[in-house]
């Protein structure tokens, strides 16, 4: 089945260190990929999305992720990581935008420590 | 990208009754999608509406249940019915568009 996984249920970090979340994918072609934030008691943000073309995006708030095909992964990546960075961070995907629905991995809850 | 205005924002509810959750969009949108995120979990598509047909649900989920109604291309309800303390949940709204999927900002409904 078509899906998005994240490996990483819980993921503590440093204040001002950096950052990678996990997001793999299991689509048959050149999927489009999308992380979200939400912060507690928030509706989810759009970070930054991939739809073709250059592999490295950046998003909103510091944010990248690089799209690597051979390796299945559209990770989610920040150099220094901030207090208010702390929320849950959600990797999503469609095979065919528009045509087809967003499916959600799991989820990883980001705890910054001082 | 379009904005969306959701209400209720939260909501405590007896079990029993029904609740119905309002989405306005700022534009006219082809598609709405209507989620669920129970506590801790991820979100979780209940079903996509088109104006002017039936919405389309997800396995698991039924129309006596969640019945969703689109009269129009920037509104739609999605109503939670004879609710259970295991409704309680995070109802969200989405739209598609040209940079991506937007989010309303979510109904907090807990059902005692």
């Known amino acids: 089945a078509q899906s998005v996984t994240q490996p990483d249920i819980h993921i503590t970090v440093s204040e001002g260190a950096s950052l990678e979340l996990r997001c793999n994918y299991s689509?048959?072609?050149?999927?489009?990929l999308f992380w979200y934030v939400q912060s507690p008691g928030q509706g989810l943000q759009l970070l930054l999305k991939?739809?073709?073309?250059?592999?490295l995006v950046q998003g909103i708030k510091g944010f990248e992720a690089e799209f690597k095909r051979s390796q299945s992964s559209f990770n989610l990546r920040k150099p220094s990581v901030h207090w208010s960075d702390a929320a849950e961070y959600f990797c999503?995907?469609?095979?065919?935008?528009?045509?087809?629905?967003?499916?959600f991995g799991t989820g990883t809850r980001l705890t910054i420590i001082p | 990208s379009a904005v969306i205005s959701q209400k209720p924002s939260r909501d405590i509810c007896q079990r029993g009754t029904s609740l119905t959750i309002q989405c306005q969009v700022d534009?006219?949108?082809?598609?709405m999608f209507w989620y669920r995120q129970q506590p801790g979990q991820s979100l979780t598509l209940i079903a996509t509406?088109?104006?002017?047909?039936?919405?389309?649900?997800e396995s698991g989920f039924v129309i006596d249940k969640f019945p969703i109604s689109r009269p129009n291309l920037t509104f739609s309800t999605l109503t939670v019915s004879n609710m259970s303390p295991e409704d309680s949940s995070i109802y969200l709204c989405?739209?598609?568009?040209?940079?991506?999927?937007?989010f309303g900002s979510g109904t907090r409904l807990t059902v005692v």
């Open positions: 989405s739209v598609e568009g040209a940079n991506g999927y937007t």
């Open positions: 689509y048959g072609a050149t999927p489009y």
């Open positions: 991939y739809f073709s073309g250059d592999t």
């Open positions: 999503a995907g469609v095979p065919d935008f528009g045509n087809e629905k967003l499916t």
């Open positions: 534009s006219q949108v082809t598609m």
């Open positions: 509406a088109n104006q002017g047909s039936e919405a389309t649900y």
